[in-house]
């Protein structure tokens, strides 16, 4: 055989063999990824089937993970033996409330320590960047006594008014600001646009997947937050989600596992649906804070 | 009088704070945008200057007083960092804390990035999808109530994590009432539920590595591990760098797993530092006690914050 | 059967009932008749209650609206509270008391009693019940005296008994049944309960499991230190109290000399009675006889408890209406009374409402007091057998019937037949003396240490504990 020809039969041999390998390769892969999927959704899995049993029956193993017959009487339960309609438009008016405030101060924020230029500007933003590093619960306590002496002591204001804004959000508004060339400020400017519409009819809308981001991760996080809840309300009628979920257990944990369980489902489903609206933003914006550093 | 010299079409100037900032020129347009900036930034800095920064320097305070909500507080100095200093247990919920975190964190970051490089390499986009929702799908539950799950499938005796292992011939395994098990049952939560995360910050940041350079290391040889660790690690440190740290501040702060799942037990096996403020400052009411180990903890994450970006010039590689 | 509604909570004291309810008028011949109200009581005032539990229902509404019957002016708010535990509750009161939103009246648990009544929280409640003795004649004639006892502090009371909770030994008779054991006599004693806990545990290892508890203050091990016959705490009794018990037991057989109160000076954690109880349920841990122990709430245990995986367990009546809720039958469960030991001293624990020293509507809100643990009002708060009234009419065949267990008489006869009973450690500091109490039971439970060193170890932390100013 001619030394060309042997080459070629070579390569097509190690090309042969390594697109066998890449297959195989491919579902090795793929069944790892799939077990770790499995043990991911096992726990939720665990809930919503456990949830949708009888409590005698909850407890005995070995566990049914396809539920044979549905029994919802645990999700009228949850509705009927605590507040939870209340619990939810508690948790919806406070999320909400916290996800608008957020990304109207941090839109601004960010857009100033992006394209304004001021004296001190680095300073103020090194500022805020600095409080990230502040665990809650540094400053929980002072703020619980600042909440106290403004009367707003077991109100859902609480919970709002210290997250109203955000050094997470001021900082990842920024990043994407920087991001969206100047060509459309000078363009605008040459149309005789102030600052103002500058901001609010040009660079806002081109920062959608960054606001999109910050919702998402903002609804999620206080959504589902426990410790500012559990210290700041006291009465049963404010309180939030989480708080009621652990609380659905009863005192001297007399309340019933299923019911338990489905309202950990119904708590999980808003999220799940803000998420599934908003995900493929999200992937963009953790990506842009993760690359700027 | 002699006659200004302004064009027909300007505004009449005017005197004083106004016509400072209406002034037309460039130096009054640099006004207005500072102007603007001020403005813009207030909220956000008032916010995080009274809740946030205002606060911590309370903590300091409240730190210096004997206080119990009832009556009003006293000022007894540094007294709370003296009991501190011999107060065993606030010592060890340290330690503790301190193992949770290089446990919790150092599987957290090897998982989730093994899983972005197994998710990045697949084509199909559908299978993606499906794997990065799987993943991401626990960061959604609430940290408190899907501990409670836990538990349950943690139970010695009745959970079906025991189960499981029974049927692969492994004895129960007492998860929540053993003190070392325990804390592999909060790590497994915990890391069960903030992988999505720290997987989504590597999954782009894996993505964000140009094709460019992979393709150039191929041509030059560097396959599989080599171009792992040569390549791909060095030019993804940034995003290493960003995770880490994230994950480090979020775990030091662990509260909602254990307090479900063990209330801080068996003894104080899994008593974190934040439940250790909790306990303090809300169910024995020492405000000022619960401060100092506030401080302390503060303190700590500013320290270990620092030295991961410190030690960070030694690896991480910016382009 | 009773539908699933309201929380269950041992000592809720509004709370939603089942089906087996008897309507009844509030406001009826049976309510002692009051004069006209007096001028003071004339005025518009709110009354502010803060109790623990989920939320307010119809029941608390009926209740109100029988008490503005007799006082029109009066408005009541219902506050609900909730927290895992009694610690969280009283936590989240102090801060609204902090915050100045403080309520007028509030449940307490034994738990709580010395510690409102130290720090000058609660107020006396002795000259109202001097003044109005005639009225409360019938109220404590209805009341065992222990429960009064453990609502006194120093010589004075500071509350009105409303529920208790004793804890007595729930049996699962589908278990016992199974492997033809009777149900107990009402002496047995430690050794014939081990025998049956151990012949209800299956062989290689539970489920099914013969006895189960959970870890908390009440009802976990410290039912095995008293009736050892022996305390966490060394026990006196305060001197005083004789207004009271002159007034209203003077003619009661009781054979317990009374005082003013309990008082709880001292550690005694690593007494040798103690030590041989807590080697008892160890070994029987260790021999898994009784499954993992966790820490809290029961609801794991009741859940076991209702799918027949766990035989027996401490608890007392407010699982009557639970277990009936979770879906037992009146007959799948029954109750006797703890096993005897060196004696068989049960321990307790009790609530009542305190009007609170800040309130500025005392009068009203001793008016409510005396209301709330009147018969009629009573009868409607309890009906679901969710917790046990201090009332002994009220416990009857037709008011356990619809719930089982069969043998209902155990709860008051806890107090009539064992006048010894008496309540679960409660000073001052119970919130911290609790606390430490778990950490190290939790810690010989999980073999960490041996039940004399968990002692040790615990005497020691509440001995510093003891010594700090209160």
């Not at chain 1, 999320?95 to 405030?101: D, N, Q, S």
């Not at chain 2, 700590?300 to 960070?312: C, E, G």
């Not at chain 3, 010395?114 to 409640?125: I, K, R, V, Y």
């Amino acid at each position: 055989m001619s030394q060309a020809a042997s080459q070629e039969s070579t390569i097509a041999t190690t090309a042969h063999r390594s697109l066998v390998l890449n297959r195989l390769g491919l579902l090795i892969r793929v069944t790892l990824l799939l077990a770790v999927a499995i043990i991911m959704l096992a726990p939720i899995v665990y809930a919503l089937v456990t949830s949708l049993r009888s409590p005698v029956e909850s407890f005995t193993l070995p566990p049914k993970w396809i539920p044979t017959e549905a029994d919802w009487s645990s999700y009228r339960s949850v509705f009927t033996t605590i507040p939870f309609e209340q619990y939810i438009v508690n948790s919806t008016v406070v999320t909400l409330a916290i996800v608008i405030g957020q990304l109207i101060t941090s839109a601004l924020a960010g857009y100033a320590f992006a394209r304004l230029k001021f004296p001190g500007r680095e300073l103020c933003f090194w500022i805020i960047l600095a409080t990230l590093m502040i665990p809650l619960q540094a400053t929980i306590i002072p703020v619980f006594v600042l909440i106290k002496e403004l009367g707003l002591s077991n109100t859902r204001a609480s919970l709002v008014l210290p997250a109203l804004s955000s050094a997470f959000g001021a900082f990842l508004l920024r990043q994407y600001f920087l991001r969206i060339p100047d060509d459309f400020e000078e363009a605008a400017l040459l149309e005789g646009a102030n600052q103002w519409e500058i901001f609010w009819s040009i660079y806002l809308p081109l920062a959608k997947p960054g606001l999109s981001v910050l919702a998402i991760l903002t609804f999620n996080v206080y959504w589902n937050e426990f410790l500012r809840p559990l210290i700041f309300l006291q009465s049963i009628d404010k309180f939030t989600l989480p708080l009621g979920l652990v609380n659905l257990q009863g005192y001297l944990g007399t309340g019933s596992i299923s019911v338990v369980l489905a309202g950990v489902i119904v708590s999980l489903l808003p999220v799940l649906v803000v998420y599934l609206v908003g995900q493929r933003y999200l992937v963009e914006g953790i990506m842009m804070g993760g690359l700027k550093g | 009088m002699a006659q200004t010299t302004h064009s027909p079409s300007a505004p009449a100037a005017r005197s004083g704070p106004i016509g400072w900032i209406t002034e037309n020129s460039l130096a009054g347009m640099a006004r207005r945008r500072a102007l603007l900036g001020y403005l813009f930034i207030l909220p956000s800095l008032l916010g995080v200057l009274v809740f946030t920064a205002g606060p911590v320097i309370a903590s300091f305070g409240l730190s210096l007083y004997q206080w119990n909500i009832i009556d009003p507080p006293t000022f007894i100095g540094l007294d709370n960092y003296e009991r501190l200093a011999n107060d065993t247990r606030v010592l060890q919920s340290f330690v503790t804390t301190g193992q949770f975190v290089v446990l919790a964190v150092s599987l957290q970051l090897v998982v989730s990035l093994l899983l972005a490089m197994g998710v990045q390499s697949l084509k199909q986009t559908g299978l993606r999808y499906v794997f990065r929702t799987a993943y991401f799908l626990p960061l959604l539950t609430s940290a408190a109530s899907i501990s409670i799950v836990l538990a349950y499938m943690f139970h010695q005796d009745f959970g079906v994590i025991n189960y499981y292992l029974g049927k692969v011939g492994v004895a129960r395994i007492p998860w929540l009432n053993s003190s070392t098990w325990a804390m592999l049952a909060i790590v497994l939560t915990y890391v069960w539920q903030q992988i999505g995360f720290t997987f989504i910050v590597f999954l782009g940041g894996l993505s964000g590595i140009s094709r460019d350079v992979l393709e150039a290391a191929d041509l030059d040889g560097a396959t599989g591990w080599r171009r792992f660790w040569d390549i791909t690690l060095p030019m993804l440190s940034p995003t290493l760098l960003f995770a880490a740290v994230i994950a480090v501040i979020g775990a030091l702060q662990v509260f909602a797993e254990p307090f479900v799942m063990t209330n801080g037990g068996p003894g104080d096996a899994t008593r974190t530092v934040v439940m250790m403020i909790y306990e303090s400052a809300f169910s024995f009411l020492q405000i000022g006690y619960g401060s100092a180990i506030a401080v302390l903890l503060f303190v700590v994450i500013l320290l270990v914050t620092a030295l991961q970006f410190r030690l960070s010039n030694k690896w991480v590689f910016y382009q | 059967m009773a539908e699933p509604t309201g929380r269950i909570n041992r000592r809720n004291l509004l709370l939603t009932a089942g089906a087996g309810l008897s309507s009844l008028a509030i406001g009826s011949a049976t309510t002692p008749a009051i004069a006209a109200a007096p001028a003071f009581l004339r005025q518009e005032q709110t009354l502010r209650i803060a109790f623990e539990g989920t939320a307010v229902d119809p029941l608390d509404q009926q209740l109100a609206d029988g008490f503005k019957e007799q006082f029109p002016d009066a408005n009541i708010e219902f506050i609900p509270i909730q927290g895992t535990d009694w610690n969280e509750y009283f936590a989240k009161v102090l801060t609204m008391i902090a915050s100045g939103t403080a309520p007028d009246i509030m449940s307490v648990a034994t738990e709580g009693t010395q510690l409102f009544a130290s720090q000058g929280l609660s107020t006396p409640l002795d000259d109202y019940v001097k003044r109005d003795q005639a009225e409360l004649e019938e109220y404590f004639a209805d009341v065992h005296p222990s429960l009064v006892e453990a609502m006194m502090y120093e010589g004075s009371l500071y509350q009105l008994p409303r529920d208790f909770n004793a804890a007595n030994m729930y049996i699962n008779t589908t278990l016992f049944e199974e492997h033809g054991i009777d149900y107990p006599a009402t002496d047995w004693d430690k050794d014939t309960f081990y025998q049956i806990a151990r012949t209800l545990t299956a062989e290689n290892g539970g489920p099914p499991f013969g006895y189960g508890w959970t870890n908390r203050l009440w009802g976990s091990w410290m039912p095995w230190i008293f009736v050892n016959d022996s305390n966490l705490l060394t026990e006196e009794r305060a001197p005083g109290g004789e207004w009271l018990w002159d007034a209203f037991y003077a003619d009661a057989d009781d054979t317990v000399q009374r005082g003013g109160g309990w008082r709880w000076e001292a550690p005694q954690a690593n007494a040798p009675a103690n030590v041989e109880a807590l080697e008892f349920v160890v070994q029987m841990a260790q021999e898994g006889i009784t499954p993992s122990v966790s820490e809290g709430g029961g609801d794991l245990l009741q859940g076991f408890f209702t799918s027949n995986s766990l035989g027996m367990t401490p608890a007392g009546g407010f699982w009557a209406g639970g277990l009936n809720e979770a879906g037992m039958t009146p007959d799948a469960f029954d109750v006797q009374y703890f096993p005897k030991w060196k004696s068989q001293r049960h321990q307790f624990g009790t609530a009542g409402y305190v009007i609170l020293e800040s309130s500025q509507a005392k009068d009203l809100a001793w008016e409510f007091l005396k209301y709330v643990v009147s018969k009629p009002a009573m009868e409607l708060s309890f009906g679901g057998n969710f917790s046990t009234p201090v009332r002994r009419s009220m416990l009857t065949a037709e008011q356990y019937s619809p719930t089982g267990p069969q043998h209902w008489e155990v709860f008051y006869g806890t107090l009539d037949e064992h006048p010894e009973t008496a309540p679960i450690p409660a000073p001052p500091q119970a919130n911290e003396m609790t606390s430490i109490f778990m950490r190290y039971t939790g810690l010989a439970l999980t073999f960490s240490q041996s039940p004399q060193e968990a002692l040790d170890s615990m005497q020691a932390e509440l001995e510093e504990l003891f010594a700090q100013e209160g």
